[in-house]
C-alpha cells in the first residue's frame, strides 16, 4: 500500500503560480510511475501530467503543455506540479496518483490515490 498526502493549494490569481507537492509512504516511492490529475465542480477527473520511474520521461496535457511541469524526488519520496501563468480554468481539486504499469494518462489505471488539493484562479 501507498499513502499519498497532497499539499500546497490555495487561491492565486490569474498569471501567478503555485507548486502542488504530494508526499508518498508505504511501499518504495522511486518504483512508481506518479501523475497529477484533477477534477473541476461538475466534470469528470482530468488528466494532467505524467513521470516515469526516474522522472527521465514525463508527459503533460496540452492544456496545460508550457505552463506546468511534473517533477520527482525520490530521496524525498515527493512528487511536484509547478504550475505558472494560472488561469482561471485551472480551478479545480488536484489529486496526485501512483501504481500502474506502462504510461498512461487514464485514471483507473493508476492504483493509488491522495486526498486532492484545492487550487482557485481568480480573474
Known amino acids: 500500500q501507498v499513502q499519498l498526502v497532497e499539499s500546497g493549494g490555495g487561491l492565486v490569481q490569474a498569471g501567478g503560480s503555485l507548486r502542488l507537492s504530494c508526499a508518498a509512504s508505504?511501499?518504495?516511492?522511486?518504483?512508481?510511475?506518479m501523475g497529477w490529475f484533477r477534477q473541476a465542480p461538475g466534470k469528470e477527473r482530468e488528466f494532467v501530467a505524467t513521470?516515469?520511474?526516474?522522472?527521465?520521461?514525463?508527459f503533460h496535457a496540452d492544456s496545460v503543455k508550457g505552463r506546468f511541469t511534473i517533477s520527482r524526488d525520490n530521496a524525498k519520496n515527493t512528487l511536484y506540479l509547478q504550475m505558472n501563468s494560472l488561469k482561471p480554468e485551472d480551478t479545480a481539486v488536484y489529486y496526485c496518483?501512483?501504481?500502474?504499469?506502462?504510461?498512461?494518462?487514464?485514471?483507473?489505471?493508476?492504483?493509488?490515490w491522495g486526498q486532492g488539493t484545492q487550487v482557485t484562479v481568480s480573474s
Open positions: 496518483a501512483g501504481g500502474g504499469l506502462g504510461f498512461s494518462t487514464v485514471s483507473t489505471t493508476y492504483d493509488y
Open positions: 508505504g511501499r518504495t516511492f522511486s518504483n512508481l510511475r
Open positions: 513521470i516515469n520511474w526516474s522522472g527521465g520521461t514525463t
